[in-house]
């Protein structure tokens, strides 16, 4: 087996560590705030060798964008759904998604910055453009399953279901701060978290389950 040259390891290494630091600076400074200068200073690069790898901050913008979403798509992926039950895949797509977002709050606060620039940089990310297919591709498997077995009623679908736990999920780390002082919960302790986790798999569940209502 050829091994990869230093110098190549090097490369790879340096841009990884340049695009987790960049994440979180865009994260928290936006992307107007954010400086190419302080994020060669935490990787203990240049901004020189910055632009060598992403070309400018616009570009590297991009690349943190395109990697962040690409997290959540890899974390479903790692589902197993054909092999449970539909009800309880449903269950654990929506609780895996919570626990991704709790886990990568970064990922929330550039999605925040994103929408304020109204989708100005995402829109140029050719590579994303099917990314969010995969997310629909999964529920619809899950779907279909719970409808042949009488599971789920007829008027679930894919893009209703994944709206409403991204939702949820969007919201408890996006609003986290000001929901915690107007209404005093601490979404940090454990008991919260899994309580608020158990809850969004009850809901999505609760829903797809319903009984149809009367036509009015």
């Given at each position: 087996m050829t091994e990869t040259p230093p110098r190549q390891r090097d490369a790879v290494r340096t841009r990884a560590e340049v695009l987790a630091v960049a994440t979180e600076v865009f994260a928290d400074d936006g992307y107007s705030g954010a400086r190419i200068d302080e994020i060669a200073r935490r990787t203990r690069t240049t901004k020189r060798m910055i632009y060598y790898y992403f070309g400018g901050k616009?570009?590297?913008?991009?690349?943190?964008?395109?990697?962040?979403?690409?997290?959540?798509?890899?974390?479903?992926?790692?589902?197993?759904?054909?092999?449970?039950?539909?009800?309880?895949?449903?269950r654990e797509l929506a609780e895996l998604t919570y626990e991704h977002h709790l886990r990568n709050s970064a990922f929330i606060r550039l999605v925040s910055i994103e929408n304020i620039h109204r989708g100005k940089y995402i829109r140029k990310l050719e590579s994303l453009s099917d990314l969010g297919q995969p997310a629909v591709t999964i529920l619809d498997g899950i779907i279909a399953q719970g409808k042949k077995q009488g599971a789920f009623r007829e008027e679930v679908n894919a893009l209703d279901l994944h709206l409403l736990i991204s939702s949820y999920c969007v919201f408890q780390i996006a609003n986290r701060y000001t929901f915690s002082y107007l209404f005093d919960p601490d979404f940090t302790t454990q008991p919260r978290q899994d309580r608020m986790r158990g809850f969004i798999g009850d809901v999505v569940v609760a829903w797809a389950t319903a009984p149809t209502p009367p036509t009015r």
């Open positions: 616009e570009q590297l913008y991009m690349a943190v964008l395109d990697n962040a979403y690409r997290g959540i798509r890899k974390a479903e992926q790692t589902l197993q759904v054909d092999e449970m039950n539909p009800i309880d895949a449903l």
